[in-house]
T-cell receptor
Framework: AQKITQTQPGMFVQEKEAVTLDCTYDTSDQSYGLFWYKQPSSGEMIFLIYQGSYDEQNATEGRYSLNFQKARKSANLVISASQLGDSAMYFCAMREVTSGTYKYIFGTGTRLKVLA | SAVISQKPSRDICQRGTSLTIQCQVDSQVTMMFWYRQQPGQSLTLIATANQGSEATYESGFVIDKFPISRPNLTFSTLTVSNMSPEDSSIYLC?????????FGQGTRLTVV
């Protein structure tokens, strides 16, 4: 079974509008971390935002916020005031501990295109 | 935070040859991780490299195909051996610092 599910292979958003990228996860661990990364066409992975499983408040980093709904096991990324430079692949990831080692599991990604 | 320098950034290689990818971290880290991202797909963990011990490979990846070295706490190499076109991917190294994974710039490999 998929541990990280991103159901939107591609999304379009008009410049200056907000967009939500969906992510659901599956884990039986009590302690875990949820992350969003941006991957431009150049290939590097850029950290955007982190949410710990015990964090009660939703994480925010500038124009990025994470809508964390623990009971629903969802961790959606909200980008406000979209910019043309936001066009990229976005990956949701979960960090869990397996055999005493941290491991990251990535979703399949969502390709976001910002329209002028 | 951590800054990772990964080389080469891209290469085009003939099938049957091997390519070694290097990652240098600006701080000492216990574990380094190597990922593969096939075209249009997500990241898949190849192996975890600890300094002073053999790397731990994930299911579907073997040492003969992807030998890894980890001579010290700031450096690691991944070799893609006897390459075929199916090995065409982006390869990324990564380290964990506190709660965050940091990535190298990636190596875009094309096998012809």
């Amino acid at each position: 079974a998929q541990k990280i599910t991103q159901t939107q292979p591609g999304m379009f958003v008009q410049e200056k509008e907000a967009v939500t990228l969906d992510c659901t996860y599956d884990t039986s661990d009590q302690s875990y971390g949820l992350f969003w990364y941006k991957q431009p066409s150049s290939g590097e992975m850029i950290f955007l935002i982190y949410q710990g499983s015990y964090d009660e408040q939703n994480a925010t980093e500038g124009r990025y916020s994470l809508n964390f709904q623990k009971a629903r096991k969802s961790a959606n990324l909200v980008i406000s005031a979209s910019q043309l430079g936001d066009s990229a692949m976005y990956f949701c990831a979960m960090r869990e501990v397996t055999s005493g080692t941290y491991k990251y599991i990535f979703g399949t990604g969502t390709r976001l295109k910002v329209l002028a | 935070s951590a800054v990772i320098s990964q080389k080469p950034s891209r290469d085009i290689c003939q099938r049957g040859t091997s390519l070694t990818i290097q990652c240098q971290v600006d701080s000492q880290v216990t574990m380094m991780f190597w990922y593969r991202q096939q075209p249009g797909q997500s990241l898949t963990l190849i192996a975890t490299a600890n300094q002073g011990s053999e790397a731990t490979y994930e299911s579907g990846f073997v040492i003969d195909k992807f030998p890894i070295s980890r001579p010290n706490l700031t450096f690691s190499t991944l070799t893609v051996s006897n390459m075929s076109p199916e090995d065409s991917s982006i390869y990324l190294c990564s380290v964990y610092v506190n709660t965050e994974a940091f990535f190298g710039q990636g190596t875009r490999l094309t096998v012809v």
